[in-house]
């Protein structure tokens, strides 16, 4: 069973369209991550999620909205999408109560391509 | 803020070379350390971590050394392989009461080859 799945794997859009990243993970973890790696492959977080409450937000543009129905899951909603979108989405996930909390676990990636 | 620096690459070595990847950091307080590596096509995985001063960590042959003296956490390995060839991030964990943040350094790209 993977840890953290995300989907899709690679999504590809036109700009101004509105999309969605889905991300699971099952190793009972209390808080969840986005991150976004642009073409230089730099890692940026992006959102940050402690059982289901916003606990991290960095200065990302309001188009982007993260929504966590639950702590297994967190989703990242992006409106009116642009060029510079066009990334590599991580989501992650870690146990931060408990003292486990500095290991981060990540999913494989969703490629986004805006066209 | 906190912040990490690695050397440039890429890194091109012949198998059975010796591997240096230098990174060093900013922090206030005492940050855990950690090297994430990430195969082609791949997502990131955790390679080895440090929590203190002069902790060694290590893994498949990697290690580094957590050095406060000289804020640095290199990645070394004795001889590579052709299937080490990934782009590896030293990065630093940033934490407060609730949360823990990751920041990342630029990434190191290292091809081995035949």
């Known amino acids: 069973d993977t840890a953290v799945s995300q989907t899709p794997k690679y999504l590809v859009t036109q700009m101004g369209n509105d999309k969605s990243i889905k991300c699971e993970q099952n190793?009972?973890?209390?808080?969840m991550y986005w991150y976004k790696q642009d073409s230089k492959k730099f890692l940026k977080i992006m959102f940050s999620?402690?059982?289901?409450?916003?606990?991290i937000n960095e200065t990302v543009p309001n188009r982007f909205s993260p929504k966590s129905p639950d702590k297994a899951h967190l989703n990242l909603h992006i409106n009116s999408l642009e060029l510079g979108d066009s990334a590599v989405y991580f989501c992650?996930?870690?146990?931060?109560?408990?003292?486990?909390?500095?290991?981060?676990?990540f999913g494989a990636g969703t490629r986004l391509s805006v066209l | 803020g906190d912040s990490v620096t690695q050397m440039e690459g890429p890194v091109t070595l012949s198998e059975e070379a010796f591997l240096t990847i230098n990174c060093t950091y900013t922090?206030?307080?005492?940050?855990?350390l950690f090297w994430y590596v990430q195969y082609p096509g791949e997502g990131l995985q955790l390679l080895l971590k440090?929590?203190?001063?002069?902790d060694k960590g290590s893994n498949k042959g990697f290690e580094a050394t957590y050095r406060k003296e000289t804020t640095s956490f290199h990645l070394e390995k004795g001889s590579v392989q052709v299937s080490d060839s990934a782009v590896y991030f030293c990065?630093?964990?940033?934490?407060?009461?609730?949360?823990?943040?990751?920041?990342f350094g630029a990434g190191t790209r290292l091809a081995v080859h035949p």
């Open positions: 190793l009972g973890h209390d808080t």
């Open positions: 990065a630093l964990s940033e934490r407060s009461p609730g949360y823990n943040k990751l920041i």
């Open positions: 922090a206030t307080g005492y940050p855990s």
């Open positions: 440090a929590t203190k001063a002069d």
């Open positions: 999620y402690n059982n289901k409450e916003l606990i």
């Open positions: 992650a996930s870690s146990q931060v109560s408990g003292g486990q909390g500095n290991i981060q676990y």
